[in-house]
């Protein structure tokens, strides 16, 4: 099959069925039409379920890559919306279970901290060295990220700023400051994972 940039065919004029044969013989314009035809679904779809608009855009991007690596699997048994509604769901599903998991390893990670921020003065030598190694790995790890996303993170965890007045200072939607402190929260948490395994 001829590949589609080299046809000047009008892309409504594709059926789903031109773009899977494209996509199949290795035309990548294929699959960006395929993603510009139901990017905007597949989002609207993911947003209503997380109504989170940066959560919903990554899923978003994670549901055609997957549709990208198991295009061959598609049998047609169903129409290529509904299967890709279904890696969608099956996407979805899995941000969230590993979104509640992290929020637990985030809660036990902050109880902990406050634990032993409390102890500190009657911590053993060895833990004073533990507790040096965790603070300074969780400090590393901001600077992973940019800017403005750990100054979010000070405004809100070492001054107490509420979500909207960050926003407001940062000029930045609510979505946009939870999803930075979410993400950067969960850099801090395998950071100190990581240094925790390392010296068991």
């Known amino acids: 099959m001829p590949r589609l940039n080299a046809t000047p065919v009008s892309a409504d004029a594709l059926t789903d069925s031109d773009l899977l044969d494209a996509i199949r013989a290795g035309d990548e314009s294929a ?3 395929l ?3 139901y990017f905007e679904r597949v989002y609207n779809f993911s947003y209503a379920r997380l109504r989170n608009r940066a959560d919903a855009e990554e899923v978003t991007q994670e549901t055609f890559i997957a549709v990208f690596k198991c295009i061959d699997g598609f049998a047609g048994r169903s129409a290529l919306l509904s299967w890709i509604y279904g890696i969608a769901k099956n996407t979805i599903n899995n941000h969230l279970r590993k979104a509640k998991a992290l929020d637990q390893r985030i809660e036990r990670a902050e109880e902990e901290l406050v634990r032993n921020a ?9 833990e004073h060295v533990s507790f040096q190694r965790c603070a300074d790995a969780a400090l590393r790890s901001l600077d992973n990220v940019s800017d403005w996303q750990a100054e979010v993170f000070a405004l809100r965890h070492f ?10 200072r940062m000029s930045r939607s609510n979505d946009a400051i939870r999803s930075s402190l979410y993400r950067v929260k969960r850099l801090v948490v395998e950071a100190v994972d990581s240094e925790q395994v390392q010296h068991l």
Do not use: G, V
């Not at 001054?159 to 926003?167: D, L, S, T, V, Y």
């Open 31 to 33: 699959f960006t039409l």
């Open 118 to 126: 409390h102890t500190f003065d009657s911590c053993s030598p060895e």
């Open 35 to 37: 993603y510009e035809r």
């Open 159 to 168: 001054e107490n700023m509420p979500i909207q007045e960050i926003a407001d």
